[in-house]
């Protein structure tokens, strides 16, 4: 059973930073994707950035380039998106996600890729 549990929401104001983590268990070294998502009130979710989880490549949103990082430590299983430059538009509840077939690499930022959600952690960014 694949779980992923989420951590390091929180409230900040604009131009500050946030680190989220995410310690997924039940599955090791497959071919897919993690992928971080995120949902803002009354508006649908949209993918953030993506890792493969093998080679390590990553993806990113238009709207967070230059200013968010994904990335992973395979050894403990936990992948972490570091947040800089904060803008108010960043709020949103933050989801993590698994996908565990290659698939996921042609669409990596598509949440039907994703077969496996975390319960989310707020960020609430304040101008």
């Known amino acids: 059973q694949v779980q992923l549990v989420e951590s390091g929401g929180g409230s900040v104001q604009a131009g500050g930073s946030l680190r989220l983590s995410c310690a997924a268990s039940g599955y090791t070294n497959t071919r897919g994707c993690m992928a971080w998502f995120r949902q803002p009130p009354g508006k649908e979710r949209e993918g953030v950035a993506a890792?493969?989880?093998?080679?390590?490549?990553?993806v990113y949103a238009d709207s967070v380039k230059g200013r968010f990082t994904i990335s992973q430590n395979n050894a403990t299983n936990t992948v972490y998106l570091q947040m800089d430059s904060l803008k108010p538009d960043d709020t949103a509840m933050y989801y993590c996600?698994?996908?565990?077939?290659?698939?996921?690499?042609?669409?990596?930022?598509?949440?039907?890729?994703?077969?496996?959600w975390g319960q989310g952690t707020q960020v609430t960014v304040s101008s």
């Open positions: 996600a698994a996908a565990l077939n290659g698939g996921c690499r042609s669409y990596p930022l598509n949440f039907a890729q994703y077969n496996y």
């Open positions: 890792i493969t989880t093998v080679s390590g490549i990553t």
